[in-house]
């Protein structure tokens, strides 16, 4: 059983570039979570996404980022016009369905972002 | 003994000794919370978790005690071994958040031979 796929591990894009990091959750699992994280620092939730549907966007910034969990597929975080304080690791959690008894969030290695 | 660095406050321990990381959280509304390991560029991995109702669980090697009344957290670990090193953070959660976590900002454990 694989665990939350993320690709690619390591990106880099110039300023003003589009950067889309995906993530394929574990099996049997329908909730997709995106988390940055800064060097030295914890992980900041973005977006928390069951398929097709955004159920918390919260602490997406306003602009520039978008998120998606199509129904086939995997989930991708979009980032339109990178600047430099994009650079950071993206992680994407998963989880069980909610009343499954298990709410623990299983982490992906993590997608870093390098804008130069 | 227990330093605050530049960033991440940092705790050296002696292999063999017990480690003590604690964790101050915010939110008295939270009812769930976890402790996870970060190695070196890696993601986060599940460590121990404990509910609001409880104040002490124990696992492997591993113990987290809930102090709701100064809303602190804290996770031991018995017999510190040099694949302990890593970065620990709590994180916690909400009723009604629908597995939102919100995490601490981390400890690093450094395991000395």
């Known amino acids: 059983n694989a665990g939350v796929m993320q690709n690619p591990r390591h990106l880099v894009r110039r300023r003003g570039q589009e950067a889309r990091l995906r993530c394929s959750p574990m099996k049997g699992h329908s909730h997709v979570y995106w988390y940055r994280q800064l060097p030295e620092e914890g992980l900041k939730f973005m977006v928390y996404l069951q398929k097709e549907n955004i159920i918390d966007e919260s602490g997406m910034p306003k602009e520039r980022f978008s998120a998606e969990f199509p129904k086939e597929g995997p989930s991708i975080l979009r980032i339109q016009q990178v600047v430099r304080g994009d650079s950071a690791a993206y992680f994407c959690?998963?989880?069980?369905?909610?009343?499954?008894?298990?709410?623990?969030?299983?982490f992906g290695a993590g997608s870093r972002l390098t804008v130069l | 003994g227990e330093s605050v660095g530049l960033h991440l406050p940092t705790l050296s321990v002696q292999e063999g000794d017990n480690s003590i990381i604690n964790c101050a959280y915010s939110n008295s509304a939270s009812d769930y919370f976890i402790w996870y390991k970060q190695e070196s560029g890696k993601g986060p991995q599940f460590i121990i978790d404990?509910?609001?109702?409880?104040d002490k669980r124990q696992g492997q090697r591993v113990t987290v005690l809930l102090n709701k009344t100064v809303k602190h957290l804290s996770l031991q670990i018995a017999a510190t071994q040099p694949g302990d090193s890593a970065v620990y953070f709590c994180?916690?959660?909400?009723?009604?958040?629908?597995?939102?976590?919100?995490f601490g900002t981390g400890t690093r454990l450094q395991v000395t031979l």
């Open positions: 994180a916690e959660m909400g009723a009604g958040t629908a597995s939102k976590l919100t």
């Open positions: 959690a998963s989880s069980p369905p909610v009343g499954s008894g298990a709410n623990v969030l299983t």
């Open positions: 404990i509910r609001s109702n409880m």
